[in-house]
Structure formats: structure tokens, C-alpha cells
């Protein structure tokens, strides 16, 4: 893992200058989250998870961490339209 990374912000939102939009996860494990209007994603994994077993199942760590960049992703698309 490179530390480097740890100094960025934890979540950049990004679009693709047409209709699709993402939420890049700069800290570890790193993935790329393509989001539809509805607020439903997909993680695109650039690190293999690591299982913390302090945190519950594998798939629950996973599965929390894509719920953060979600709601994330939803407050920066109201604050936009705001």
C-alpha cells in the first residue's frame, strides 16, 4: 500500500464529461464506484480487500464501505443542486 495515497482526500467524485458519474475511494482498499441516477453503484476494485476480522465478514466490510461512498455520493449530488 502506498501512504501517499492516505494524504488525499478519502472520496474525489468524477464524471466522464458525459452522463455516467463516479466516486473514486483513495484510501485502502482503493476502487473506482460508477453510480446510475438512483444512487445504486458498482465497485471497480484497485486493491484486493484485506480482511480485518475486528470488522466483522469480508463481504460486510465491503459492503459498508460501498454504503459510505454512496452516501457520499448522494450528498455531493444534493449539494450540487442545491
Known sequence: MNADFEQLPKF????????RMFVVHNHYPRFVMEFDESGSGKPNWIDQPIYDPDKGEPALQAARLMRVAGDWFMEQLQAHDA
Not at 12 to 19: E, R, Y
Open 12 to 19: 474525489l467524485f468524477a464524471d466522464d464529461g458525459g452522463d
